[in-house]
């Protein structure tokens, strides 16, 4: 690995594109994105050396099929594939490094089972693949592989880069700080967050998630967070409208850049300075939250709730709604039994 690159920006290209039924639609999306990706690179030249674009979730395709079996069928791919090959040529040419919003994968390993994928992908190939961990459920059927019983790979990869060590992770699973939190004791200095954030969790009063949950995960694990959302209309991706708000924040909370809250394709660029970064977590007493957990207070995290290794074939809805409802019985058993009496792994419901 090169020399890193202490100062540098990013670009989050928020999409608004129809969405694939099949590959040739996907093929035309990844088109657009490379026209993004190169108006990012080169265009802002001038002004910011652009080294990190990041797309959203489902913009090379959406689950639009209602059975998984569909979706492997008609959608899912094996990566890598003809498409990240395509983001791998323009990464190579422009010297940057691209996380290709979200595929729908499939895995020879898994027969059936589809993954939500989203690739960073740089000038020498795809340099890691995260697979989501927590499905949006019980709208999405994608398996997540902690409930894969077989499954080995690390649930929460980084990877070290010439633009500093990179982790990414999609959409819901930004609503559990545990998950971001694996991340960064995993080295990561830049959190990517790729996203098809709806209304009205998004950027619209008074919810407003998107902001919040994007600035706490940046102050709580003192690092960058690049996240893209969709910006695209209800007519696309119905039955939701997805209202943007693409942002760079700080380890400190700062937003930095913004997209305006609404529908649209936009480019927003933002600075990510490792060298304050770093010299932040080397100099700072206080508010180091990562370095000041208590981990044996925490007892909770030593006992499953939503069960882990559930699914041998891919999941039907029936399954994730039982699943759904094991978690529910599991955390009411949990937050009724006193502090330090928590049940063993056995006394999860059947």
């Known amino acids: 690995m090169s020399k890193v690159e202490l100062r540098y920006y990013a670009a989050m290209c928020q999409t608004d594109l129809p969405n694939p039924t099949d590959w040739v639609g996907m093929h035309r999306n990844v088109g657009r994105m490379l026209e993004l990706a190169?108006?990012?690179?080169?265009?802002?030249?001038?002004?910011?050396?652009?080294?990190?674009?990041?797309?959203?979730?489902?913009?090379?395709a959406a689950p639009?099929?209602?059975?998984?079996?569909?979706?492997?069928?008609?959608?899912?791919?094996?990566?890598?594939?003809e498409f990240t090959d395509r983001f791998h040529k323009a990464a190579r040419q422009w010297g940057v490094f691209i996380q290709a919003g979200s595929f729908l994968e499939r895995d020879e390993r898994y027969?059936?089972?589809?993954?939500?994928?989203?690739?960073?992908?740089?000038?020498?190939?795809?340099?890691?693949k995260y697979r989501k961990v927590h499905p949006w459920i019980p709208w999405e059927l994608h398996s997540s592989p902690h409930d894969l019983p077989e499954y080995h790979d690390p649930l929460f990869p980084t990877v070290e880069t010439e633009i500093g060590c990179l982790g990414a992770a999609i959409c819901y699973d930004w609503l559990f700080p545990?998950?971001?939190r694996q991340l960064v004791m995993a080295g990561a200095e830049v959190l990517i967050r790729v996203s098809a954030y709806m209304d009205p969790w998004g950027?619209?009063?008074?919810?407003?998630?998107?902001?919040?949950?994007?600035?706490?995960?940046?102050i709580e694990n003192l690092a960058y967070v690049a996240a893209c959302n969709q910006?695209?209309?209800?007519?696309?991706?119905?039955?939701?409208?997805?209202?943007?708000?693409?942002?760079?924040v700080d380890y400190d909370g700062r937003i930095l850049?913004?997209?305006?809250?609404?529908?649209?394709?936009?480019?927003?660029?933002?600075?990510?300075?490792?060298?304050?970064?770093?010299?932040?977590?080397?100099?700072?007493?206080?508010?180091?939250?990562?370095a000041?957990?208590?981990?044996?207070?925490?007892?909770?995290?030593?006992?499953?709730?939503?069960?882990?290794?559930?699914?041998?074939?891919?999941?039907?809805?029936?399954?994730?709604?039982?699943?759904?409802?094991r978690g529910r019985q599991r955390w009411n058993q949990l937050r009724q039994k006193p502090s330090g009496e928590m049940p063993g792994p056995d006394a999860s419901p059947k």
């Open 38 to 60: 190169h108006f990012a690179a080169t265009a802002y030249a001038p002004f910011h050396d652009v080294r990190l674009i990041v797309f959203p979730e489902f913009s090379l």
């Open 64 to 81: 639009v099929y209602e059975t998984v079996e569909e979706l492997h069928e008609k959608l899912a791919l094996p990566v890598p594939n």
């Open 111 to 128: 027969p059936g089972h589809v993954f939500n994928t989203s690739c960073l992908i740089g000038p020498d190939g795809i340099l890691l």
């Open 178 to 180: 545990e998950a971001i």
């Open 203 to 218: 950027t619209a009063t008074p919810l407003d998630w998107w902001t919040v949950i994007n600035r706490a995960r940046a």
């Open 231 to 248: 910006g695209s209309a209800l007519r696309r991706y119905a039955p939701f409208s997805w209202p943007g708000g693409s942002m760079i």
């Open 257 to 290: 850049s913004q997209a305006e809250p609404g529908g649209g394709e936009r480019i927003v660029v933002g600075p990510i300075d490792l060298a304050a970064l770093r010299a932040e977590r080397e100099r700072r007493r206080g508010h180091l939250m990562p």
């Open 292 to 325: 000041h957990l208590r981990m044996e207070a925490y007892p909770a995290y030593s006992h499953s709730v939503y069960p882990a290794g559930s699914y041998t074939t891919p999941p039907q809805q029936q399954d994730v709604e039982a699943a759904i409802l």
